[in-house]
């Protein structure tokens, strides 16, 4: 497995940040640490429903499924009487009074690990073995249960992006041959709000190979590394690894190198598909 080298610290950090409700940070804030609180910030916004009904979605992106081990967002109204952050890892089973209960398609009932808890949202990870097929996750803050049926896939790939722009929330590192040393490679600067959040174009070079990794939900599932393919503009490359983040429960990395077949290319659209399933499109720039 390929590790960026750049700001893994400040990353988790950031997940744990954003998942509490934390869309914004200040710009004197590392640019990982910014760049993806506001990915994790910005998915949320697109999975906001109005009136009292409850959304349950992937937290990366609202449009993506759900799977085993996958972090998800309730949005709805009603969901807990104060706003609480779990503070330390496992996370917990219940916070601020709410606990989060999920009924797979086997009738197996497990409890969710809860991330943040407001009254508009819920931030948690799906138990670990949850079976695929038509589940209801059931809510409970003290009131009545909340029960809201969701289909769980065995895979539902899902990447952060930053804004509506799509750019993407990854890292690069860039080896120098034959020293092998690496350094890190911006793939993004944000200017305090996830709107101002723009693509640096990554340089490509004979003798400096750049890596990226990519950072999601929903992938760890996949049959096998073989059966993940990232498409950069018109090139379908192999990820290296494709997996567990392993510091933040939940999380996902696909590292994958980038061809010189690609220098030139500009902004590019960059897909993972898993095992025949593609995930939501975001963007890189290549100088």
Known sequence: MLHSGFGFAELVASLAETLAGQARLPVDVAVLRNGLALALGF????AAQSGNSVTITSAANATAGLAAESLA????TGLASQTA????LPFPTSLAGVKIQVVDS??????AGLIFVSPTQI???IPAETAAGPATVRIDNGGPPIPVPVQI???????????D???AAATAVQVVIPTEIQSPVPVFQCFGTAAGCRLVPIALGIDTPVYLSFYGTGIRGRASVLTVRVRIGNVDIMAMYAGPQTQFPGLDQVNVPLPLALRGAGDVNVTVTVDGVASNVVKINIL
Request: aromatic share 8%; glycine share 6%.
């Open 73 to 76: 967002t309730a949005r709805g």
């Open 153 to 163: 896939q065995k895979i539902a790939p899902a990447l952060f992006s930053l804004n």
């Open 85 to 88: 952050a779990a503070m330390s």
């Open 106 to 111: 086997q009738f197996v009932s497990r409890d």
């Open 43 to 46: 998915s949320s916004l697109l």
């Open 165 to 167: 722009l799509g750019v």
């Open 123 to 125: 931030n948690f990870e």
